[in-house]
């Protein structure tokens, strides 16, 4: 049997197309110092809202296809709205507690995307991609989904949307008319928004 030898040009040519196929995706860290979170949350008597911080996370870039993965920290929230300081206390104090998010069980929460798709046909300040994933608060996981600007600018990648989330899906009793439907006008609704503006770097 005669043995077959490639010319050296088909060899480097098969060389760069198995090198190329087993490329590494892009990576890009999360910069917390440029990124921010921002919480809403509202009663039938009032209103709040205040900040959160992203501890780290990244979002990868494989030949065009988006995916991240995010952690919370918890223990970071934080009241904007109230300017008494002893009842801004006392509020935070709640939402970490165990009627709320119980932070110090639970001092994470974490998102990771399932899927990225752009929105065919979005126009200039349009939403250009939706965003699906599974969110863990207090060891309990569910699919959030939400619309999302996703821009890369050099070796940067910008994030911006609002996801809706509802508590009651996390077990999060405390006020919730899902789980106390004689609660009355001491209400809490289930569903708080948080907005976000993320800014990973490659």
Not at 147 to 163: L, M, R, S, Y
Request: hydrophobic share 35%.
């Amino acid at each position: 049997m005669k043995n077959t030898i490639l010319p050296a040009g088909v060899m480097m040519i098969i060389a760069l197309a198995s090198f190329k196929g087993t490329s590494s995706p892009d990576v890009y860290k999360v910069d917390t110092s440029l990124s921010s979170m921002e919480w809403f949350g509202e009663k039938l008597t009032g209103k709040h809202n205040g900040t959160i911080m992203l501890s780290n996370g990244t979002i990868s870039n494989d030949k065009g296809t988006l995916s991240g993965i995010f952690e919370v920290k918890m223990t970071s929230i934080a009241d904007k709205d109230l300017e008494d300081v002893q009842w801004r206390t006392k509020l935070e104090n709640h939402l970490k507690g165990p009627d709320f998010f119980d932070t110090e069980k639970f001092p994470f929460a974490k998102f990771i995307t399932t899927s990225i798709s752009p929105i065919k046909d979005a126009k200039e300040g349009d939403f250009t991609h939706k965003v699906t994933g599974s969110l863990t608060i207090k060891d309990k996981t569910n699919e959030v989904s939400f619309d999302a600007v996703i821009k890369t600018e050099g070796n940067k990648i910008a994030c911006v949307g609002t996801a809706t989330i509802d508590r009651a899906k996390f077990d999060i009793k405390y006020g919730s008319k899902s789980f106390f439907p004689e609660i009355g006008d001491k209400m809490i609704y289930d569903e708080f928004k948080v907005k976000f503006n993320i800014v990973a770097v490659k």
